[in-house]
């Protein structure tokens, strides 16, 4: 980058909003790296996730709900593990700096940043097309990380929030016919918008389930894709390598929000919500032993947790109608902003 | 991503040329987020750096030597800090996923990976234009971090390797007539093409400065634009907060590679090597009580280690001729790849 380059970048992410001071965090940006130290007896977790223009988010995106949906979809994989956060980095790429652009979007990172305790340390500012690449870093006690791998035969599963409104926002963004936009008044646009820039980051209910949960993910490929990870991840993982696991899912109980029913056709609303993805929600697994102190945790914390269905030892999963009969769900992931294959 | 991306991906990301153990990690690539947990007394060095088509290398370079390239700019960072690699995480962009590119890219990587015991251990790709961002981790044991800023006035400056040879090999790949192509046999042109994209991270030499140095930084804008960055990070840090820093440094001392020699006109040669950049050579500054063990460590490692200047109270950087006389160095960082803004 150019010598005034230095200069724009230290300007808008070289701020106290973005660099503040963390008890776990030794040294900030302006070295050649980062430094962290975490507390005795705690583990770091970290994941890296790219948001690309016209794949991930519409070109022309606003820069301060783009920057919280960036920090905010990487906050939750730490969510999703029952990590605290600790800080993070960002490696953005830009056509050319514009300071109109990068202040909003300072604004925005620094609005997540603050509210979720985890301050910018590192990064790095490129020239290229619109591409925005944010790795978070948590902190969770020795050995109580939330992985998919720990779910069992007979664990329930668990959603936290509603499912559908990601992918519904999605519709909103790109004029889908589909959606009913006459039944939305601004409250529910408002909303849709929120689904899709600010979705929340399940830190505290990630934190709470320690300990509780078997396993947990956050749901960002519809929660179809996502458990099929969990069963994955967990069968083989049991004393009896030949396990296999399925799971059962009760379609009525899946959780909707009033906007969500309003303006999704009655027709596509369980497809939307099994498949949309881009919810970021978690989906949990609980034993049974331990669903009351979960239900009572979450219940604490004021986040809706919906019972939706039970691990099992079947064949993959399948969606159990009021009658009692089964089908196989085989519904895949929409893909968003991508190009097909 | 759709479905065939993803076995795509775990083809060659997941392989365990990529994914080895590593003592200090707790969980690799598969889960929401990786894990890592360092020994008691030792913080994580953590450094992120992205590479886009045409600005940061040539459109249609040689996946295999590209992977090297990205890792080993970024493992450049930790041996600046003195860390140790641990593990790192891999942001790629691809226009389409190609199987052979990503092959030799995979191979590429893990090559490196390997030679520095530093796995992959999660990442995320996506669709967009090429763009591989890469975040590595490091240890090092508490508060023994080389830091930019701990150079103090008296302390003498150190480069290791050649410089020059980054931005002649630059030349060399833009086809660049200022370059005496003529000069150039089979060994020397290897030799460039390793400058550029098999840089070595002077891993061994940062562990081994650790206690010695005073301050340390691996130069990639060129040494005069970087060592600004030490004084300018240094100065005011000593109890005496009034303090500026400079230096003095003697350019017959620069060392300088036999290619470099033959294949640079005599009147470029300075400032290629002042400011030419992409060496990934550490500028390393060492109280004068430290000087002979810093020399003895590097003896042993096998590492050229040349004392080019001294950090005194003058003002910014100045050239000293044989004849004793200072000239202030003005000279800019090239600007590689880059759109001048």
Redesign the interface.
Known sequence: ?????FELIRRYFGTPELNFAHDDV??GP?????????P?GF??????????ES??FPAQADPFLLAQRCLLVNLS??A??G?EPVAF???I?LP??DARWLAAFSQGLAAVAQAYKCPLI???T????L?I?I????K?P?GQ?L???GAADGDAVYVTGELGDGAAALWWLLADGRLNSAALDNTARQMLQQAFYQPDARISAGIALRGLASAA??ISDGLASDLAHVLE?SAGKNADVSQTLGAVIDPDAIPLSDTFLKCVPKSEQLALALSGGDDYELCVCVPPAHESAALAAMAALGIRFTHIGQIDQGMGIRLQTSSGQQHPLSL??Y?HF????
């Not at 490129?126 to 097309?129: F, I, K």
């Open positions: 980058m150019a010598q005034g380059e030794l040294l302006g070295d050649d790296a980062a430094i962290v130290s975490l005795a583990n770091l977790v970290m994941s890296i996730d790219t948001l690309n794949v991930h994989d730490l999703a593990m990590a980095t960002l490696a790429s050319s700096p590192g990064g790095d490129t020239r290229g097309p591409s690449t790795q978070v870093h948590g969770v020795s990380a992985l998919r791998s993910l956050d991840a895949k992931g893909n991508s190009v097909q294959l």
